[in-house]
């Protein structure tokens, strides 16, 4: 099921807020939670190579993809068929929209910074709260990555990886292959 | 149901590592999403005021508790019968624990930070995992607290408050009371 679906995060511009922090945890969350890609729009130096040893080590191919205008990439979105889904606590209730997500085969998630420009709120095909209080778009992309994804995501394989955890219910158990 | 349910959260010390954002973004969610309090190992001065400013405007009494030592923490947690539940990502899936969560009235929630003491992973009821990937601590808080509350926190009222927002399909809509 979850091989069917594609998402992608599209990160709007962090021009005027340095924060390098937040925008870790949303690539990594992105990746941890059955994203494909995530476009950013300003080019943070150490971003990508921090993404990427994550990749090495712990397996997969989630993709950082910087510096194309926020504008372009939903634009693209929308001429590959891809429903565009902005995160914005002015948005619908999460729980009345997810059963029609749930049914898109390709999904952009628009994760919104201080400032969204109007035009997202307009080019979106739904624009999606997850709670209509001040929180954190990182919990916000998470809660909305989990609900599209029926919690499958959870149990994603992320194959071939120079490290891996045994769960455990006391501890730490991590083998390297 | 919600009210039949009392949920702390515990957010582990932070002294060597400055990351102001991410505490406040742990303090935003756990009010957001349900819980009724959160423990901060380290005052952090700032975040604090800020709480109180969002309960302001947006209502709710979430509890921002500085300065008191972890241990303690955890120990009047058991006494008071909350399950501890430890978030890590070298625990148990969340997806195999999360039935016998629901089932706990009273939860104290311990979000661990860069190195967590050994005597965590064994005074925990429960060390559970959201995902053996590493991402974000605010993403897994925020998927644990809404699988525990099986998404009814979504629909949380905040009851009295200054500001409300109208959902909307399109644009921002808030209205002052």
Same mark, same amino acid.
């Given at each position: ?17 340095? =924060?390098? &922090?937040?925008?870790? +945890? *949303? ?5 941890? $939670?059955?994203? /494909?890609?995530?476009? #950013? ?38 001429? =590959?068929? &891809?429903?565009?889904? +902005? *995160? ?5 209730? $999460?729980?009345? /929209?997810?059963?029609? #997500? ?76």
């Amino acid at each position: 099921m979850l091989d069917e679906r594609s998402i992608t995060v599209l990160r709007l511009g962090q021009r005027y807020v340095r =924060d390098d &922090r937040t925008l870790t +945890h *949303l690539c990594l969350v992105s990746r941890a $939670l059955g994203a /494909e890609a995530i476009y #950013l729009e300003d080019v943070e130096k150490d971003i990508p190579a921090t993404v990427k040893e994550v990749n090495d080590a712990w397996g997969g191919k989630f993709e950082v993809v910087t510096g194309k205008p926020a504008r372009k990439v939903i634009a693209e979105a929308k001429t =590959d068929g &891809r429903k565009v889904v +902005h *995160l914005t606590m002015y948005g619908l209730p $999460l729980q009345d /929209e997810v059963r029609e #997500l749930r049914e898109a085969k390709k999904i952009l998630v628009v994760v919104g910074g201080p400032k969204v420009p109007g035009y997202v709120y307009h080019s979106a095909d739904y624009n999606v709260a997850v709670t209509s209080q001040p929180h954190s778009e990182i919990a916000a992309l998470a809660i909305l990555l989990h609900e599209v994804q029926s919690g499958e995501e959870l149990k994603r394989n992320f194959g071939k990886s120079k490290l891996r955890i045994i769960p455990s219910a006391r501890g730490k158990r991590v083998v390297e292959s």
